[in-house]
């Protein structure tokens, strides 16, 4: 049977529950009233009303199920279809109740007959208070109108119970008292730094008021006035001081920007006023619905996309209420912010010079927040979960960017030891400050260039800073993210034009983009693909998408006009995709000569040992290719078949054992046999005691972050090559799981500097 009309139905639904409150009554009462209401308006034979209390889900009010069953049927945390909803705060919408796999009979309810069930979530602020339902005798799938008008009632329901409209309801979705000792968390290490503070809770949402519209004529002017505040807001930081916005901070500011004028984002807010909310629950709602997609989707770049989008529902929620943002609070000297989830301009509104660190209960590496994080020096760490419901504002609070790790409360000998490590921290730049210029030469003669892997322009200024010799590794494929569209020709030439030059004459390694898999276009539509790190990713679809190829390779040719020009191939498996993709880099050279343009003064083109497959062609590729780098990262989780993204499988192999590093030692002396200069471009390289492996197996050149050339300069320095690969070599052949142990102690005994 059809429900009501979308708008129409839910602003019947919504006059009806403000006069069943107006009436006034107890709370049971109102709860009463209010089931026959849904029920008769939506002409289902049973509504059910069940609120979380502790660790069950207790019936608190019903038409339709047996009057005797209210209070006295609870359903344990996960138990049956209502513990289904409650448990993923998501609708759930089926024709056959009985027959579903987490059904569970309850004789005492009389629900036999009822064949169609739809619930769905009481949630407010991520709390799910309880689920509403709805159910009928006949087999059918609710509307999507009915299942959006059920779900504004459920969230205006939410509010109302945790104002207190239905009286004193204490218990409902009770958590644990938050603890007062120390605790240790782990998470992931998103930027890089130390930090001792005090937790400063970000709290981005404003009092919610008024959920019903009195005029829906001037709730929606109030809606467009507000949006008008965030984007001029947003306007406003963009053209305000550039020493404060600059590089990619500024990038994504613009992206974010770009959200904020989504037409489709303010269609949806304003149908909801429409409906019958105010522009507040409106904006709400809306907001409830990126948190459900955000729960829902596997897709890093659609999760960081909804943190944005939840970034803009608090500003417009902080706007519609007049509540002062982030730049506003008053904060301790070593704030510390504690969030779930941080936006970038969220995290811009504070500013650098106001934060000591940033703990994130979610977030991501590749998340806007932790590459503006990077960008402005903030340590940071997410992942970690329950972090919200262990802290309180004003705990203690240390923050390890280099393991990842937060502690709560820490006691004084903990501080004490991480006092120190700041100390030493600062004392070791002060030593790779002192060294940055230094040849990276080792104690008996051997010459070692020491590169930067980067994937921005603002990348690149730390060649001086670290004292680099150049990038060995530009990754292309940032710009192309964080564009809602395909970035134009000038646009892809001007970032590349910018890089070289800030790099002056040193040499520029552009890997040519390594999309698909974790990493997907918002302007590609794309398969969701079984096994999607073993799919159509990187030179995969540069070839069956070659146009989108020489694109980008048009613009690097021109950007190095009179230049030198060194372009890679990500993902290379066969000799045959190496010599299709080197065709396509000289059509792109005619191309360029026909027309009259200047051309680069060298052009080297290379290509990334990540595939075993091409680990054991590469005699093949002498005259054919002018360099090789090996990509530890992929290499290693193909070598081992486990995906270094799975946080099960990624610490099971160690790239310091026997097995990696005879691969390692065959893919180098592979290089040299065929005259190819061979670099290593990864993680790994970055981290001293693997690039004293490296170096011991005849590595001379190696790519990494910014933050690993001073600590492996400074190995470099003390290190004796020669001495190193005798050292390893019997290592080789041993049955050990890693020699990490054993080069560790070799290290210490001859006072090279780990």
């Known amino acids: 049977m059809p429900g009501p009309a979308n708008v129409g139905g839910s602003r019947i639904l919504l006059r009806k529950l403000r ?32 609120l979380t209390r502790g660790a069950v889900h207790e019936l608190f009010a019903t038409e339709g199920l047996k009057s005797e069953a209210v209070h006295r049927t609870r359903l344990k945390h996960g138990e049956g279809l209502v513990g289904l909803v409650a448990e993923t705060a998501q609708p759930l919408n089926i024709a056959d109740a009985p027959h579903h796999e987490r059904f569970s009979y309850r004789p005492e309810t009389g629900e036999d007959p009822y064949n169609a069930f739809l619930g769905v979530p009481i949630v407010r602020s991520e709390r799910t208070f309880g689920v509403l339902v709805v159910q ?15 779900q504004t009632i459920a969230m205006v329901l939410a509010e109302m119970v945790a104002s207190g409209a239905f009286g004193d309801l204490s218990g409902l979705a009770d958590v644990e008292a938050r603890a007062s000792r120390p605790e240790l968390l782990h998470g992931r290490a998103f930027s890089d730094g130390l930090a001792i503070g005090t937790v400063v809770l970000h709290e981005p949402h404003a009092p919610l008021g008024r959920v019903i519209a009195d005029d829906p004529v001037k709730e929606e002017q109030r809606l467009n006035d507000a949006l008008s505040q965030v984007r001029t807001t947003l306007q406003d930081m963009l053209d305000g001081d550039p020493g404060r916005i600059s590089g990619v901070s500024r990038e994504v500011l613009e992206m974010f920007l770009m959200l904020a004028n989504d037409p489709s984002w303010e269609t949806k807010l304003k149908h909801g006023v429409r409906a019958g909310l105010s522009a507040d629950a409106a904006v709400e709602r809306v ?23 939840e970034d803009l529902d608090n500003r417009l929620l902080r706007a519609l209420a007049g509540v002062d943002g982030a730049a506003k609070q008053d904060m301790p000297a070593d704030a510390v912010l504690v969030a779930r989830e941080l936006g970038p301009a969220e995290l811009l509104d504070y500013g650098a010079e106001r934060l000591k660190g940033l703990a994130l209960e979610e977030g991501g590496a590749t998340a806007h927040a932790a590459i503006v994080a990077r960008a402005l020096g903030i340590p940071m760490v997410g992942l970690l979960p329950g972090l919200l419901s262990r802290v309180e504002a004003g705990d203690a609070i240390i923050l390890d960017g280099e ?51 980067a994937g921005l322009a603002l990348d690149v200024h730390h060649l001086d800073e670290v004292g680099a010799e150049g990038i060995g590794l530009f990754r292309t494929e940032f710009q192309f993210m964080v564009s809602e569209t395909l970035p134009r020709l000038e646009s892809q030439t001007l970032l590349y034009r910018d890089v070289l ?61 009179g230049r030198r020009l060194r372009v890679m191939f990500p993902l290379v498996t066969l000799i045959s995709e190496f010599d299709a993709a080197r065709a396509l880099v000289d059509r792109e050279l005619d191309w360029a000569r026909k027309h009259g343009r200047e051309l680069p003064a060298v052009v080297e083109v290379g290509v990334m040992v990540e595939a075993p497959a091409l680990a054991w062609s590469i005699p093949a590729l ?73 170096t011991a197996l005849g590595y001379r050149r190696l790519s990494m972050p910014a933050s690993g050339v001073g600590p492996v300069k400074r190995l470099v320095l003390s290190l004796n090559a020669g001495e190193a690969a005798d050292a390893l070599s019997p290592l080789l052949h041993s049955d050990l799981p890693s020699v990490r142990a054993e080069l560790t102690s070799i290290a210490a005994a001859r006072a090279w500097a780990l």
Not at 136 to 146: C, F, T
Not at 411 to 437: H, L
Not at 544 to 554: E, K, S, V
Request: charged share 30%.
């Open 19 to 50: 006069e069943i409150m107006e009436t006034g009554g107890v709370a049971q009462e109102r709860l009463d009233r209010l089931v026959a209401m849904i029920a008769s308006t939506m002409v289902a034979d049973v509504c059910s009303i069940y």
């Open 136 to 150: 009928n005798r006949a087999s059918r799938i609710y509307g999507e109108d009915e299942v959006e008008a059920l």
């Open 287 to 309: 907001r409830g619905e990126h948190r459900a997609k955000f729960n829902a989707t596997r897709d890093p770049y659609l999760r960081e996309r909804l943190h944005d989008l």
């Open 403 to 453: 393991r990842g790790e937060v502690r709560l409360r820490p006691e004084e000998a903990v501080v004490s030891a991480y006092q120190e490590r700041i100390q030493f921290r600062t004392a070791r730049a002060a030593e790779f400050a002192r060294i940055k210029d230094t040849p990276a030469i080792t104690q008996d003669g051997a010459q070692m260039t020491l590169l930067l892997n």
């Open 501 to 561: 030059e800030t790099a002056d004459q040193r040499p520029v390694t552009f890997r040519t983009l390594d999309l698909g898999g974790d990493k997907v276009l918002p302007y590609v539509t794309a398969e969701r693909e079984e096994n999607p790190a073993l799919g159509w990713r990187a030179v995969r679809i540069g070839l069956d998408r070659p146009a989108l190829l020489r694109y980008q390779l048009r613009a690097l040719i021109s950007a190095a006009a």
């Open 622 to 694: 002498k005259g054919r290719a002018d360099f090789l780098s090996v990509g530890t990262n992929d290499l290693m989780q193909y070598f081992f078949a486990a995906d270094r993204g799975n946080a099960r499988v990624s610490d099971r192999y160690d790239i310091l054992s026997p097995p990696a590093l005879r691969l390692l030692k065959q893919i180098r002396e592979d290089a040299d046999a065929a005259n190819l200069q061979i670099s290593i471009c990864g993680e790994a390289a970055g981290r001293p005691l693997e690039a004293l492996a490296f």
